[in-house]
């Protein structure tokens, strides 16, 4: 099992580039999320999606948006990069929202230039 | 406003003594706890769940308490070795959204 796979894992991008980050699950899990980690900040969620066929916001959704493809897919897609978006970001997925652990990808290391 | 709170400072403890990390927070009712532990360059990984009608959650030499009076969890390491050194985040799940919120974390640092 490989459990939840995150592409890239090193990506740096100029201001105004887009591109999007992808992640796949191989659990069966009905939820998946994007977190951000940025140094003194923790993990906060931009975006997240309860099962299939739905997304919601997060916390910091700006500046981001998300497709959850199937079961397995979620990406983040960011449309117009911005300094500020450099980060470290997790995938993460659990068997239903909220209730259950959370499984976390190794993570993409965004640098914005 | 709603905070998870988490000693920003790392936590130096020498090798065999009990370690023990804090997680405050306001504005909240969680319905769930969870403790993750997260290593340099790695995403979190799950240790333990305890629920609000839980006090005291254990599993090996790690123990979980949940005092929702005080709006508190505390995690504790018993006979900790340096490979215990890593940071360790408290995520709260609350009633109403289920969203899974993160505090900042703490850097445990055991010496041998």
């Known amino acids: 099992n490989a459990g939840v796979t995150q592409t890239p894992k090193f990506q740096v991008l100029k201001t105004g580039q887009s591109m999007t980050l992808q992640c796949a699950q191989d659990?069966?899990?009905?939820?998946m999320y994007w977190y951000r980690q940025d140094p003194g900040m923790g993990l906060r969620l931009i975006y997240y999606s309860a099962s299939e066929g739905t997304t919601d916001k997060g916390e910091v959704p700006n500046g981001y948006n998300v497709s959850r493809l199937n079961k397995r897919e979620f990406s983040l897609r960011l449309e117009s990069a911005a300094p500020s978006q450099t980060s470290v970001y997790f995938c993460a997925s659990s068997e239903y929202q909220g209730g259950t652990e959370a499984f976390f990808g190794q993570g993409t290391r965004l640098t914005v230039v | 406003s709603q905070k998870i709170e988490q000693n920003s400072e790392a936590l130096n403890i020498q090798e065999g003594k009990t370690a023990t990390l804090t997680c405050n927070y306001t504005?909240?009712?969680?319905?769930?706890l969870q403790w993750y532990r997260q290593d340099p360059g790695r995403g979190p990984v799950f240790l333990l769940l305890?629920?609000?009608?839980?006090k005291e959650k254990r599993k090996e030499r790690l123990k979980v308490t949940f005092d929702t009076t005080l709006k508190q969890s505390l995690f504790h390491i018993t006979a900790s070795q340096p490979a215990d050194s890593a940071t360790y985040l408290c995520a709260l799940v609350r009633n109403a959204g289920n969203m899974l919120t993160f505090g900042g974390g703490t850097r445990l640092m055991v010496k041998p």
């Open positions: 305890i629920r609000e009608n839980e």
């Open positions: 504005n909240y009712s969680p319905a769930y």
């Open positions: 659990m069966n899990h009905n939820s």
